[in-house]
């Protein structure tokens, strides 16, 4: 079984521009969640998708956005890139079935660099 | 609040030894989800072990045991005849939500182990 998949795996951008950044799940699992890790604040959540929506989102400013497709796919988006941005930016699924909590399977992670 | 605090910054241990990595964590929930995951130099993480607040019994997996206590709301992480390959960054974490519709992880700030051959 295939693990999570995010692409790309490297982005150097310029302040002011934006970003998607694209995340596939394992097959199956529906929900995926986003998290920010930065050597400075560490791994901070950043939203939770199921069935293509937002259920929870953490403290981000609006420029921090996403959506779920109908095929479980996620893509996050950062708009008007600020310096602070940088960061390597990790996506995880999750089967999430009959209530209890399933374990979260993380992709390798994007690292957004900007300059 | 919650809060996970992972005091230890960076550890550096010789090939061999053996290791603990501690984790204190803050909840008012009665229910909840503790974990460790670990972080090699790749990126990816890979999860460890998930406990839930009602089972406080230790575990063993080969080399790796846990310790939860509640009484101290700790869940600490033990290596034992730590080897090269264990060189990571440990993250402990929590889960309050018990919901389907709600749930996310708090991060400690991890635990960066060396270790020297």
């Known amino acids: 079984k295939a693990g999570v998949t995010q692409t790309p795996r490297y982005l150097i951008k310029t302040r002011g521009q934006q970003v998607t950044l694209s995340c596939s799940p394992i097959s199956g699992h529906r929900s995926v969640s986003w998290y920010q890790q930065t050597p400075g604040q560490g791994l901070q959540f950043l939203f939770e998708y199921f069935s293509e929506t937002q259920r929870n989102k953490g403290n981000f400013p609006g420029r921090f956005s996403g959506r779920q497709f109908s095929n479980s796919r996620s893509e996050m988006n950062v708009s008007t890139l600020e310096l602070g941005d940088s960061a390597l930016y990790l996506c995880?699924?999750?089967?999430?079935?009959?209530?209890?909590?399933?374990?979260?399977?993380f992709g390798p992670g994007t690292r957004l660099t900007v300059l | 609040a919650q809060k996970v605090t992972q005091a230890q910054t960076e550890i550096s241990v010789v090939e061999k030894e053996d290791v603990t990595l501690d984790c204190v964590y803050e909840t008012r929930d009665t229910t909840y989800y503790l974990f460790w995951y670990k972080q090699p130099p790749s990126g990816e993480l890979v999860f460890l072990i998930r406990r839930n607040s009602f089972d406080e019994q230790n575990e063993i997996s080969g080399r790796y045991s846990w310790n939860f206590q509640k009484s101290t709301s700790s869940f600490n992480f033990t290596i034992t005849a730590s080897q090269v390959v264990d060189s990571a960054v440990y993250f402990c974490a929590l889960s309050e939500a018990l919901r389907v519709s709600n749930y996310q992880l708090i991060w400690g700030a991890g635990t960066k182990l060396i270790i020297k051959p």
């Open positions: 995880a699924s999750s089967l999430l079935t009959g209530g209890s909590y399933n374990e979260q399977f």
